[in-house]
């Protein structure tokens, strides 16, 4: 049997932002080169698909690298993932076969992997670089790569675009953060941009597209299209979709999917994994805020900076940001310095396990104060841990003499994360609230990593009506901080909150709570709704600086509506955030990570509880079998239209379809003279529309009995008292019982660190003295069945 050339473990935790530039998907050559060399392994053929629907963003890249020597070669295929984005897919061609990726439990994805290289398969780990400042930097090995021959590799991934003045990006990543000249021979890039409101421009840059973006109306939704093509293409910069809105009044926009004669896997913990026709419907209304349309156009409204600022910096000198931490640290102080006028003033203060603040408090933000300030971070050196609880209070004191009038903003630059003191995020948060109520601060908060607390640092902008940005360390931080830095004094529109005239209809709206935005920005409720319903109300509202306002709206929800398929995805994504978010304030529990696995597998993203793999489900699941067993199942995708079966011993059988669940069956018999082993059965699968894939299936032959042996059995045991089994048997038993006449039979559980399966029997107390037979019976995969028998005397 040939063995599995490679295995794929994707290990990612928590949410990434799709602006963070990054070196696009490279091949190098192991043991020939410590970089990508096109002389040995070059990027023959790359293709980008981008697809925007409303600000929900989808990208898929396929690349081919061309082997250029005569030789069999190892590869590590290294990309960065965008942060924001959530990976949707990951396979490698084998053979001219497609080995897609499968969302499994962390652990199992791990044992996986480990069993595999165990039985001296070549795997390949796909997973976070062990360097903090490279979280985003991940590696697969690829074998083989076939002497002047070529391996292909697909990546997809997901994002949600967020709007901030009036402007929303989707940058995919091409110019090289660690690689300095990285090409590929030929290079295709086609978007795709649907709106139900007309554009005020679509901006691109990075590539030279022959012709601005084709424009169609139709329906009410207008599309933007264009493609780019071009041979030896060298990655000098990143490509850049920039969608700009139309100033207007604030306004609402609904996406709905539901689809009904869809059958579903209940993989939640209490669903047993039974088949359903889901009849829940998902929703999304977005809000893109406009208080300037509102106001007729009027060049000044309440939302822009008015009054003086008193700003308290706290910048984190631990160890833990260090390199490009620190740089973009800097940065952002220098920034919101900058930002300062006459009128303002400010202190600066650092911290790690202690805090050293600037001496004499608030100062006037004068231009020889900033600088000065500036000139005092430069001299600053890291060192120790992080005493977070210790900097918030520092950074709120000065603020309490700040000038009346003033608005107080506590700046807070750190990657979020207290390593000094052992106080929880519940606990932080709350001490930090009670602290702030007699001031009123609002945290400004710029988070500096890949491995931010984004929980934490969020949680407290929100709590006090700030706002929260982060970064990644290779990331270009002038557009976030841009942002950041246009907010700062500009008054948050609080308490958002989604309402509808039947509210009994729906369930499980997130973000929960009451939300937080800033005008000329975007912000979104997902939620589920039980059953359709016509034309219903549903209202938004928040408070704004001139008052409290409202804006309602009509939604259908409808029977069926299949456009946004991506919605239960969304919804999943963000049920699985608030998951985590509770699992980081109260702890785990198991029923929580447990819905997290099932969401996870079914809608194929990661979690701090999931993995990625990609494997041959032959190898993952071998079906065992006994000669003359009849029946092969298979499951496929629901595109799959006919599925034919091609087995070893001459045997070319169709399979048959089980319903709409996937499943696909064929009775078979397999002869009696097959000796015991392992087998492949190759799998001809029909696409819809005539496309045509090949898998391999495997199964075990086992025509063997277990063999069972039971363990010393100690003293004889009393009425009443408690017997010890200990019982070997082959690695493939299944299930092991024990019986006593009269008693309940008893399951042996395997016992790791004693390499056998063991139990406790309880004899009754009323068990009379004497001899009686103890039968164990072992079962195996195959559903071959030994057993053994000993004696126990009671006493």
């Known amino acids: 049997m040939q063995a599995l050339r490679f295995l794929t473990v994707l290990v990612l935790a928590g949410a990434l932002s799709a602006r963070c530039p990054a070196d696009p998907g490279t091949l190098i050559p192991l043991n020939l080169a410590s970089g990508p060399d096109p002389s040995i392994l070059s990027l023959a053929r790359m293709s980008v698909e981008l697809w925007v629907d409303e600000r929900f963003a989808r990208v898929r890249t396929r690349q081919v690298f061309a082997n250029h020597t005569g030789r069999e070669l190892e590869g590590e295929y290294v990309f960065f993932l965008p942060a924001g984005t959530s990976l949707s897919d990951f396979a490698i061609w084998e053979d001219g076969v497609r080995i897609?990726?499968?969302?499994?439990?962390?652990?199992?994805a791990r044992m996986h992997y480990e069993s595999l290289t165990a039985n001296k398969v070549d795997p390949g780990l796909l997973e976070k670089s062990e360097h903090a400042e490279e979280s985003h930097t991940f590696a697969v090995k690829v074998f083989p790569i076939p002497a002047w021959g070529s391996k292909r590799i697909e990546l997809e991934y997901t994002a949600e675009l967020a709007v901030a003045g009036r402007q929303a990006q989707l940058v995919y990543p091409l110019k090289p953060a660690r690689y300095r000249s990285l090409s590929a021979a030929e290079l295709t890039l086609t978007y795709r941009v649907e709106s139900a409101e007309e554009l005020a421009g679509l901006q691109i840059e990075g590539l030279a597209f022959p012709s601005p973006p084709r424009h169609t109306a139709s329906g009410g939704s207008h599309v933007y299209e264009g493609s780019f093509t071009g041979r030896d293409v060298r990655f000098d910069s990143d490509f850049t979709l920039a969608l700009s809105y139309r100033p207007g009044a604030t306004r609402m926009r609904f996406q709905t999917y539901r689809d009904p004669g869809r059958v579903r896997r209940d993989l939640t913990p209490f669903g047993a994994g039974k088949l359903y026709s889901d009849e829940r419907g998902y929703f999304q209304a977005e809000t893109l805020f406009d208080l300037e349309g509102d106001a007729g156009g009027e060049a000044a409204v309440p939302s822009q900076r008015g009054g003086a600022l008193a700003v308290s910096i706290a910048l984190d000198c631990s160890l833990s940001m260090q390199w490009q931490k620190l740089e973009g640290a800097f940065e952002v102080v220098e920034g919101v310095l900058s930002k300062l006028g006459p009128s303002d003033s400010f202190t600066l203060l650092a911290f790690n396990d202690r805090v050293r603040e600037l001496p004499g408090g608030l100062r006037p933000a004068t231009a020889a104060a900033t600088a000065a300030a500036l000139e005092h971070v430069r001299g600053m050196s890291l060192a120790g841990g992080t005493d977070l609880a210790r900097a918030l209070e520092a950074g709120l004191r000065p603020l309490a003499a700040a000038p009346k009038g003033a608005r107080r903003i506590l700046v807070l630059v750190t990657d979020g994360h207290a390593t000094s003191t052992p106080v929880g995020a519940g606990a932080l948060l709350a001490g930090f609230e009670k602290a702030n109520a007699p001031i009123g601060a609002s945290v400004m908060a710029f988070g500096v990593g890949s491995d931010a607390?984004?929980?934490?640092?969020?949680?407290?902008?929100?709590?006090?009506?700030?706002?929260?940005?982060?970064?990644?360390?290779?990331?270009?931080?002038?557009?976030?901080?841009?942002?950041?830095?246009?907010?700062?004094?500009?008054?948050?529109?609080?308490?958002?909150?989604?309402?509808?005239?039947?509210?009994?209809?729906?369930?499980?709206?997130?973000?929960?709570?009451?939300?937080?935005?800033?005008?000329?920005?975007?912000?979104?409720?997902?939620?589920?709704?039980?059953?359709?319903?016509?034309?219903?109300?549903?209202?938004?509202?928040f408070e704004s600086p001139s008052g409290p306002r409202k804006l309602e709206a009509k939604l259908d929800l409808p029977e069926r509506s299949v456009?946004?398929?991506?919605?239960?995805?969304?919804?999943?994504?963000?049920?699985?955030?608030?998951?985590?978010?509770?699992?980081?304030?109260?702890?785990?529990?198991?029923?929580?990570?447990?819905?997290?696995?099932?969401?996870?597998?079914?809608?194929?993203?990661?979690?701090?509880?999931?993995?990625?793999?990609?494997?041959?489900?032959?190898?993952?699941?071998?079906?065992?079998?006994?000669?003359?067993?009849?029946?092969?199942?298979?499951?496929?995708?629901?595109?799959?239209?006919?599925?034919?079966?091609?087995f070893p011993f001459g045997l070319t059988r169709a399979l048959e379809p089980d319903g709409p669940t996937g499943l696909w069956e064929t009775r078979f018999l397999v002869p009696h003279a097959m000796a015991d082993g392992v087998y492949r059965a190759t799998l001809v699968l029909t696409h819809r529309d005539g496309r045509k894939f090949l898998e391999e299936k495997s199964f075990v032959i086992d025509s063997r009995p277990p063999e069972l042996s039971l363990g010393r059995l100690g003293p004889p045991p009393a009425a009443g008292e408690t017997l010890e089994l200990v019982a070997y048997a082959d690695s493939d038993t299944r299930r092991i019982t024990a019986r006593l006449p009269g008693l309940p039979p008893v399951e042996l559980?395997?016992?790791?660190?004693?390499?056998?399966?063991?139990?406790?029997?309880?004899?009754?107390?009323?068990?009379?003295?004497?001899?009686?037979?103890?039968?164990?019976?072992?079962?195996?995969?195959?559903?071959?069945?030994?057993?053994?028998?000993?004696?126990?005397?009671?006493?």
């Open 563 to 646: 456009s946004h398929a991506y919605l239960p995805r969304v919804w999943a994504r963000e049920r699985v955030d608030w998951l985590l978010e509770q699992i980081g304030l109260k702890g785990e529990q198991e029923e929580w990570i447990e819905e997290i696995i099932a969401l996870a597998r079914e809608h194929r993203f990661v979690t701090p509880y999931t993995s990625f793999l990609a494997a041959p489900r032959a190898l993952l699941r071998p079906r065992v079998i006994k000669p003359g067993d009849p029946v092969l199942r298979v499951k496929t995708p629901q595109d799959i239209a006919a599925v034919t079966a091609i």
């Open 453 to 541: 607390n984004r929980l934490l640092l969020s949680r407290l902008s929100t709590a006090s009506t700030g706002q929260f940005t982060w970064a990644a360390e290779t990331e270009d931080i002038g557009a976030p901080l841009a942002t950041f830095l246009g907010r700062m004094g500009e008054a948050a529109l609080r308490n958002l909150r989604l309402t509808f005239e039947v509210p009994e209809n729906i369930e499980m709206v997130y973000p929960a709570g009451p939300g937080l935005a800033y005008d000329r920005s975007s912000h979104r409720f997902v939620g589920r709704y039980k059953g359709p319903l016509g034309s219903t109300g549903v209202a938004v509202s």
């Open 100 to 108: 897609p990726g499968v969302v499994l439990e962390r652990a199992r």
């Open 749 to 795: 559980r395997y016992d790791a660190k004693r390499h056998a399966s063991t139990a406790l029997v309880r004899l009754p107390a009323s068990m009379a003295p004497g001899t009686y037979p103890l039968r164990l019976t072992a079962e195996d995969f195959a559903h071959n069945v030994s057993f053994t028998e000993e004696q126990v005397v009671v006493r």
